[in-house]
């Protein structure tokens, strides 16, 4: 089977059952979800510890059927689940509880690890505003919304435990 097919070739694409351009909302939306997974599995390659690694996997695979019930568009395609979203927010406030609290801004670049859970954060957070702007035009599945969200909060928390746990 060949990797190029051709079809693509007008600037369409294939929305599972639907023929779509690909500036269509929902391309971009997995596109940028496609970002997000890449940035976290080279946060992954640069993270020692397993059960990080372990969570980082989990993440991945929660982001990759995301995109397919956004590719389905359609309610009986929802995958994301509230305990997806309170995966993570235990996730932070295990984090929290050994971190010291914050009192200034930070910047997360003092390691590969650091820098590759805020690049991770930062495209995080390019997707939930793309998310909220299709959310504007047809339903979405709102723990997916929720699970953007906090994400975003984990890799930031994520890249302080890092590099703060290393102290």
């Known amino acids: 089977m060949k990797i190029y097919t051709k079809k693509g070739d007008q600037g369409q694409t ?3 059952a639907i023929r779509v ?6 391309i971009d939306l997995i596109g940028l979800l496609d970002e997000v997974m890449a940035n976290l599995l080279m946060l992954k390659h640069y993270i020692k510890a397993t059960d990080i690694k372990n969570d ?3 993440i991945h695979d929660i982001l990759f059927m995301m ?9 009986d395609g929802y995958q994301t689940k509230e305990e997806d979203v309170k995966f993570l927010e235990s996730k932070i406030d295990q984090y929290d509880h050994i971190l010291k609290p914050l ?4 910047k997360l670049d003092q390691n590969e690890e650091t820098l590759w859970s805020n690049m991770a954060r930062v495209v995080t957070r390019r997707a939930e505003r793309q998310f909220v702007e299709l959310s504007k035009t047809e339903p979405l599945n709102q723990f997916s919304l929720s699970f953007i969200n906090r994400l975003s909060d984990y890799l930031f ?6 590099f703060e746990g290393r102290e």
Do not use: C, Q, W
């Open 14 to 16: 294939d929305l599972m």
């Open 21 to 26: 351009g690909k500036d269509d909302p929902h």
């Open 56 to 58: 980082l996997i989990k």
């Open 67 to 75: 995109n397919y019930e956004i590719a389905k568009n359609s309610v």
């Open 103 to 106: 009192t200034k801004f930070i």
């Open 157 to 162: 928390t994520l890249g302080r435990f890092v």
